[in-house]
């Protein structure tokens, strides 16, 4: 299951906070034990705080109402099946059962009583795609100024942002997107700022609600920025950060300040007297980074700096999970892997700036060389979201040219299990095994192939897309009417 230590932290401040009430609704009264040790008992009893001023009492404050669609248990039958967790399997057959994968195997794999069969012989089926690096809901497309919601550019440290915030579940890019496979994608603030905000993981489903879409128990991440953006931005207006340098104090100034945060916190948490600290968004998610509720997703280009921030990460305590662009990834390969870091990147994407200069197409299939290693390809853009399994085989034609001993199993790992882990969705999500969440996509062809399209799309078991039948095909307010689109929900002509 997905951990999510800060819930569990609020839960265990709770349960001290019951036990202290308990104690103190049985004492009797009396004369005082004059043996009893005093010294240790505050001298009053520390009422709660009232609401919104204790981050710890209410974790969650913004709670996934996230529920699969209908569905019916099914049985995959017939197809290439590409688990993301080993071998692909020959007239395979993939499970359905109450939304979650409950059998993989090959065609003696015995159907369930009462299973739909769904005949995919010719066809092959991988996991849902991910998408680690998306702006979209935050960035619609087609965008317009008035829905630009995804770079709060107004100070270098807006840790007190939440992406979920802006995120329009009407953006037709949801619907593009899971024609192309996509079943999961983490939504970022912009890169304008050395703490840019928190991401969020959603399930892309058709919702009216952010909420509606939000991963359940999926962990936060912390959008950071290293490199030209930050110190353009700011620079530009004469104030700090103007400068690499500029960016590194910076970040370690903030987390200095969490740092002292969270020691406040816990000493007026201990001692249960004086005056609480000052509730701080933005000190607030950084101290999650800091305790490990959080993760950090850092847009970073250069290999150099890649290197400072994992040393930041040292001085302070806390773990990098993905840098993102990571156009030279390929030079610290080894780096990232000895400490556990993935890299999400493009394959074919250079040039647009000073540190996208040195990237080459085999980036992605250096990185996932080494052991231990975690090579993600993602899309920062609403068109190649579309296309997730045809960048992975770009980078997989690279990698062979480059005389790498790589695999489509290798390659489709890029963006399933790999960008899984990622985001911390890994144990939910990302292959085909057993009790993990039934996000399936049944394409027409090899997915390596330019000429595939996914055909069938199930998140959680439940027909999602469908390219032969209207009915599963959805369409947001802004696409009715639109030339060659349907004119009525549902999809009547």
């Known amino acids: 299951m997905i951990s999510h230590r800060m819930r569990g932290r609020g839960l265990a401040l709770a349960g001290c906070a019951l036990a202290a009430m308990t104690l103190s609704a049985c004492a009797t009264t009396g004369a005082a034990d004059p043996g009893a040790d005093t010294a240790s008992t505050p ?20 709670p996934s109402t996230y529920q699969a669609m209908p569905r019916r248990d099914a049985a995959i039958v017939g197809a290439t099946v590409f688990t993301a967790a080993g071998d692909r399997i020959e007239n395979g057959v993939v499970i359905m059962t109450d939304g979650r994968v409950a059998a993989v195997g090959g065609a003696d794999t015995p159907v369930p009583q009462g299973h739909q069969v769904i005949d995919a012989r010719g066809r092959f089926v991988t996991p849902g795609l991910i998408d680690v690096h998306s702006h979209l809901g935050v960035y619609p497309s087609p965008g317009v100024m008035g829905m630009s919601d995804g770079n709060e550019a107004t100070n270098p440290n807006t840790a007190y942002v939440w992406s979920e915030h802006s995120i329009w579940p009407q953006d037709p890019g949801f619907n593009a997107a899971r024609a192309g496979g996509v079943t999961t994608l983490t939504i970022l603030p912009g890169s304008a700022n050395l703490f840019g905000g928190r991401s969020v993981t959603v399930r892309n489903v058709p ?30 207006r004469n104030q700090s950060p103007a400068t690499g340098m500029g960016n590194v ?6 987390f200095i300040e969490a740092r002292n945060y969270a020691r406040r916190w816990d000493n007026w948490r201990e001692s249960g007297t004086g005056e609480p600290p000052n509730r701080d968004l933005r000190l607030e998610t950084l101290a999650g980074v800091l305790d490990g509720s959080i993760s950090v997703q850092n847009h970073c280009y250069r290999a150099d700096e890649m290197a400072v921030m994992l040393d930041i990460a040292e001085e302070f305590g806390f773990s990098i999970r993905t840098f993102h662009h990571a156009t030279e990834a390929y030079k610290v390969a080894d780096l990232l892997a000895e400490n556990g870091v993935c890299a999400a990147m493009w394959t074919g994407w250079w040039g647009f700036k000073m540190e996208a200069l040195d ?27 579309q296309r997730l399994n045809q960048e992975a085989a770009a980078a997989l034609s690279a990698g ?18 790999n960008a899984a882990r990622a985001v911390g969705v890994e144990d939910e999500t990302g292959s085909l095994e057993p009790g993990k969440r039934a996000d399936v996509v049944i394409w027409d062809v090899n997915p390596f192939s330019v000429y595939a399209q996914a055909q069938q799309v199930f998140i959680d078991g439940a027909l999602t897309w469908d390219r032969t039948d209207p009915a599963y095909q959805p369409r947001t307010d802004f696409e009715l009417g639109q030339p060659g689109q349907p004119n009525t929900v549902g999809g009547a002509q």
């Open 400 to 417: 062979r040219r480059a005389g790498l001993d790589l695999s489509e199993e290798d390659a489709l790992r890029w963006i399933t299990i």
């Open 359 to 385: 990237a080459i197409e085999e980036n992605v299939a250096f990185v996932d060389a080494p052991a231990n290693s975690c090579a993600v390809i993602h899309s920062d853009d609403d068109t190649l979201i």
């Open 43 to 62: 001298t009053s009893e520390r009422a709660a705080l009232p609401r919104g001023l204790d981050g710890a009492a209410n974790p969650d404050p913004f």
């Open 249 to 254: 104090a910076g970040y370690r100034t903030g």
């Open 207 to 236: 919702s009216v609600t952010m909420q509606g879409m939000k991963f359940p128990g999926a962990p936060y991440g912390l959008k950071m920025a290293c490199g030209e953006n930050p110190s353009r931005v700011y620079g530009s």
